[in-house]
């Protein structure tokens, strides 16, 4: 910041992504403002802010009566898997629970110094989370989401999985990406492969060369084999969310991918693993009811049977595909030319 402003290139805010608020304690000695970006829901945030302000007795005790229910401001009653789970007393990422706990000091630290009640950049729209957006009034949530592309780099026209796309019918291919974090283990990736196939339905999935290891060459046969499947190490996640022949999206509900699908009006079969996921699962199936949550077994496997079933209840089912296309029309409307999140993010590079 001091060379910007040696070069006569002035500086005038700092935006700083969640929990690296060294750049909060940075910022002032410059006499420059800076702003929180949050990049998960305004109900995970609101969540957080409740936890580290009187209500983390509620959080603690869904581990010690598992049909208790925690009830936040103008939040949904929130059962244990629907928790950020680095909340939970036995998660062993403490660590992290640590650093945000940080993050939300440091926007105390704004109050008590008399400053202008703090304001935070989230990655989500109005009309998405309303109420979640007013469950924390001491707070100013500026809403500039979804920040996807309208229009995503195009991978080239040689490109194989959308060549593979294309031959295939419209709302027909169930999509498979688990993001660049979650690797499962070789019996899941096992079951999802005889869920996929039992559900005998096109799909691509993306399987990372980190996901199986010496097994992934085995999956890759299996699905060569069946003539119903494409496995690919990476593909453009926009684009094919996009493209008309994806039915469906089955997720680990990172916030990212959750966004991207419901920008694009893909129904998701969600499969959260850890931290924000599991929330944005809750909101998925039970507020914005744009797809279904797979339910687990005892080892915490998701088994291909309960695949099959999800899969045929997102896949045929009407109210769901509604429901996505709904908001596919409200993302579109936020980020349009005067749309919520347009004026929102103008108004405030403005004030800067």
């Known amino acids: 910041m001091r060379t910007f402003r040696d070069e006569g290139s002035r500086v005038t805010c700092v935006v700083y992504s969640i929990l690296m608020t060294w750049a909060a304690d940075v910022a002032p000695e410059l006499q420059i403002p800076s ?6 829901p305004a109900a995970v945030l609101a969540v957080y802010y409740h936890y580290f302000h009187g209500c983390d007795h509620l959080i603690n005790k869904v581990e010690i009566d598992p049909e208790f229910l925690v009830e936040l401001p103008k939040l949904p009653p929130l059962a244990s898997k629907d928790l950020p789970s680095m909340l939970l007393p036995s998660d062993p990422h403490s660590d992290i629970r640590g650093a945000f706990r940080v993050q939300f000091e440091t926007l105390d630290k704004e109050l008590r110094e008399g400053r202008p009640k703090p304001r935070l950049l989230v990655n989500t729209f109005d009309s998405l989370e309303r109420d979640a957006i007013g469950s924390v009034d001491e707070l100013d949530l500026i809403c500039i989401g979804p920040l996807i592309s309208s229009t995503p780099n ?5 490109s194989d999985y959308m060549e593979w796309l294309d031959s295939r019918l419209v709302s027909s291919v169930v999509y498979v990406s688990f993001g660049s974090v979650i690797s499962p283990c070789k019996r899941q990736m096992e079951e999802i492969l005889n869920g996929l196939l039992e559900a005998r339905r ?5 399987i990372k060369g980190s996901d199986t290891g010496s097994d992934a060459g ?19 996640q926009v684009e094919v969310l996009a493209h008309p022949s994806t ?5 680990h509900c990172g916030w990212n991918s959750t966004s991207e699908s419901l920008a694009k009006g893909v129904p998701m079969v969600c499969f959260p693993q850890w931290t924000d996921q599991t929330t944005n699962a809750k909101l998925v199936e039970d507020v914005w009811k744009a797809g279904v949550r797979v339910k687990v077994n005892e080892e915490g496997v998701l088994e291909g049977g309960e695949l099959k079933r999800c899969l045929e209840e997102v896949m045929g089912g009407e109210e769901i595909r509604k429901s996505a296309r709904k908001w596919r029309d409200l993302a579109g ?4 030319e005067g749309g919520s999140s347009d004026r929102n993010i103008r108004a405030f590079v403005e004030e800067m």
């Open 35 to 40: 702003v929180a970006l949050w990049i998960q």
């Open 154 to 158: 195009k991978t080239s026209s040689g």
């Open 202 to 206: 096109p799909f691509l999935w993306v």
């Open 218 to 236: 085995e999956i890759k046969n299996r699905v060569d084999g069946c003539g119903e499947g494409l496995v690919v190490p990476w593909c453009s």
């Open 247 to 251: 039915g469906c999206f089955v997720t």
């Open 333 to 336: 409307e936020a980020v349009r």
